[in-house]
């Protein structure tokens, strides 16, 4: 939505066909940078960065109507085709003294070329929700994230698996009412927590090594660093420790006091969901297709068990099924999991990447290079390449040159920011597993 200064409103004398002719001549390129416009004055090669009708008198010294002109050519030049026509009408509206019949549209401009696609070219995450910054606990407990990362190091020098358990517990707290360390509280006589929950229990962990940064964070500086925080920082770091790239964490998160089982089953991806269901459920915390896509390739350290996908193994039943096979997974690594997986044996585990000197824990582009040969275990992982936006984005990560490492950090950035439902009553838990 655009808004002319309102000193200018209702001023001026000039005529329809002037602003009308004004706006269409004008040369110059503007480009949104949200509420500020950076104009290129053709004549002399100036850039200035101007950001309202004043502003452009004042730096420029022309009159005000002149000034109004450039801004609001500028405005039409950014504005959508669709919606020139009608930001036409409203400025003229806007600044003729008294009514007058609405001008004629103005002379066909040739319409933008469409932005380029998510898979060319990231978009930056949206600014963080009020009170979340990178330096919240820069006065009230400095040295925080430092303990957060000295330990997080610590643990998965001892337990290398433990990265994708860190990176799992921020993502299964993100979907479910936002990131607000749910998925720490433990159940209680009344109510059965997500942690409990069938897509977590005896499938979750790090939980008591989320307890032991909790304490030490305790000691330092007491009820001050929340534990939404603690699972959002030890996920990037436990990344960062294995090889992959960092990303900012905006701080500031609190904890809520509410925990329920169904809404984990209702939130969370299932690992059976098709690319419409994907694209759907994560939208639903604010991410795009795109994030779905590149977030999927977390499971380039991980494992699952084989009640999982076995279904692919033993009883496919659509289009194409080979004795019970899924036909789009690859015919000799259906053979190599069917023998990590026999039928009687759903709880055996297998990696969701075995590929690199760790298999397993190894952050590469691994998972996008086996998906995009048809070696994807999950139904969800597979169902990447029923898209065309899916396929085409699975093959630049899977790229020699791919750019999974930035992709991921900034999807990441954007699912930290997940805030908790309205109303939702939050606070500093002195302990992860109770509120307070």
Known sequence: ?????????????ISSAVIETNIIISSVVAYSLRESFVLIQESNDIILSLSSPMEIMTRTHVDHSSAILIFLGAMLLIAAPSCRADLVDTVIGTLLPSPSP???????????????????????PPPPPAGLTPEYYSASCPSATAWVKNMTSSIVDSDRSMAAALLRLHFHDCFVRGCDASVLLDSTSGNTAEKDSLANANSLRGFAQIDQVKAKLEQVCPGVVSCADILALTARDAIVKIGGQSWVVYLGRKDGVVSIASESMAGLPSPLA??????????????????????SGGHTIGSTKCGAFSQRLYSFTGPGAINGTDPTLDAEYA????????????????????SGSFPGQTYDNGYFKAVKANKGVLTSDAALLTSSFGASLVAREASPNSPFMTDFGISMQKMGMAPAPRGAVLEVRKDCHFRN
């Open 1 to 13: 939505m655009f808004e002319i200064d309102s000193e200018f409103h209702g001023k001026g004398s």
């Open 102 to 124: 609405p001008p004629p549209p103005p002379a066909p401009i040739s319409p933008s070329p469409p932005p380029p696609s998510p898979a060319v070219s990231p978009p930056p």
């Open 274 to 295: 098709n690319y419409t269901e994907l694209v759907q459920g994560f939208a639903a915390v604010g991410l795009s297709e795109k994030d779905m896509v590149v977030l």
């Open 335 to 354: 053979k190599l999991l069917k023998q990590q997986c026999p039928q009687n044996a759903p709880l055996n585990q297998v990696f969701l990447d075995p």
